[in-house]
Structures are given as C-alpha cells and as structure tokens.
C-alpha cells in the first residue's frame, strides 16, 4: 500500500498493524506521483513491476491527473493482462475533477480503458495498456 502524504501514511500504518493480526506481510511505502517519482520507487523496491495496481479516492484536483498516470506507466507490468483499476467519486466536497478529465489524459498517456460501475457520480474504471496493433 502506498500514500504520497507522510500523515496520511502515519495511520495507514497503524490502520494496517491494528487490523492485521496474522502473520501477513503488508508494507506501506511512501509513492509520490510523477515520471521520476515512480522510476525511484521501482528502482528501491527490486524493480519489480506491478500486474494490478488499485486505487480509490485519489483525484481532487486537475493538475494531479497527469502525474498519476506517469506513475502507473512506469509501475504497471508490461504484460498484456496488467490493469490499473481506479474508483473516482466526482461528488466529493472540494473535488473539480470530472471523470472525462481523467479519461482524456489516461487516453494521452497510452491507456485504453473501460467503465465497470457508473452509478450516480461513482465511477469503476479499469486501465490497460493500449496494445499496438499490427
């Protein structure tokens, strides 16, 4: 799990020591968004890509639109069954992001992608790599 804000990052941690009691391994790193943000994380975390990556609840303002999808380029596997799905509830208090904004970039940034959920300003989207086509 990851968090961008060092607070926030805080009680995710103390969330998940709280609730987990096995012995299940769940780290909590922190991810910045961004091209540059995403290939040092990938490069202190053994370089492994990511063949799902899952997110809710991320997008409040337009200018972090582009950097999160720079990230999920960078993180999410090559292979052809890799997604990024990403819930986005529009009506959130203080949110000037519309869904049709996060499509066009996620299109800009090399992502084809369909709506699971359309339920009132509930969004479900998964993400794919736009696969060349011969």
């Not at 490069?43 to 990556?53: E, L, M, P, T, V």
């Not at 999410?76 to 904004?101: I, P, T, Y």
């Not at 970039?105 to 993400?127: K, N, P, R, T």
């Amino acid at each position: 799990m990851t968090d961008g804000d060092t607070d926030a990052l805080k009680l995710l941690r103390r969330n998940v020591k709280h609730n987990i009691k096995d012995n299940t391994n769940i780290s909590c790193k922190q991810l910045l968004w961004g091209e540059k943000y995403a290939k040092t994380f990938l490069a202190q975390h053994d370089k492994r890509k990511f063949d799902i990556i899952l997110g809710s609840d991320l997008i409040y303002v337009k200018m972090v639109i582009r950097p999160l999808f720079e990230t999920v380029r960078v993180l999410l596997s090559d292979d052809a069954g890799s997604k990024f799905l990403m819930a986005h509830c529009a009506r959130r208090k203080g949110n000037e992001v519309e869904l049709s904004m996060i499509l066009d970039v996620a299109q800009e940034e090399g992502f084809d992608y369909e709506e699971l959920v359309q339920e009132d300003d509930i969004s479900l989207c998964c993400f794919r790599r736009r696969q060349e086509r011969s």
